[in-house]
């Protein structure tokens, strides 16, 4: 541990309420990296539910897979680590939820563009045609037109 950390730890230590040492002391209390990690891991839960504004189509589905498998995997090891860490447990819960629900976002933006037999991951990693754009034809008189 860092000299500046065991300091500040020092000088708190005796300023804490009775009723907070419970919180303080556990061995996931807020003097711990058991805590702070999950919770800036928020973070990650406040931006994938500022993406369900933005578009389907310009969802990364890479990256909503990684969400997914993160929260899943990590939810699961939460509580079989000691001590069991509900603050990890919940973060990785709301992360996997909110991958599992941007990928429900893209599957159902993509299939219906996709062919129909297609199996699930073919439709995720299916990249839509781009649309066509029409193309504006003028005449002479419109683009230089005559005086006279």
């Known amino acids: 541990m860092s000299v500046a950390y065991r300091r500040m730890i020092s ?5 804490i309420p009775n009723m907070m040492r419970p919180i ?22 406040i931006a994938g539910i500022a993406d369900l504004a933005r578009p389907a189509e310009k969802l990364s589905d890479f990256q909503s897979t990684a969400l997914a498998a993160t929260g899943t995997i990590w939810s ?16 990785n819960i709301f992360v996997g939820s909110v991958g599992y629900a941007q990928l429900y976002r893209i599957y159902s933006y993509k299939k219906p563009l ?14 839509p045609p781009p649309a066509e754009k029409e193309v504006e034809t003028a005449t ?7 005086s006279g």
């Open 140 to 146: 002479i008189e419109e683009v230089a037109p005559v």
């Open 114 to 127: 996709a062919p129909p037999d297609a199996y699930f991951w073919q439709v995720l990693r299916f990249v």
């Open 24 to 45: 303080w002391e556990h061995p996931a209390g807020l003097k711990t990296v058991h805590f702070w990690a999950p919770t800036f891991k928020w973070g990650l839960v």
């Open 76 to 91: 699961r090891y939460s509580l079989v680590i000691t001590p069991k860490n509900w603050n990890l447990f919940s973060v």
């Open 11 to 15: 000088f708190l230590d005796p300023r």
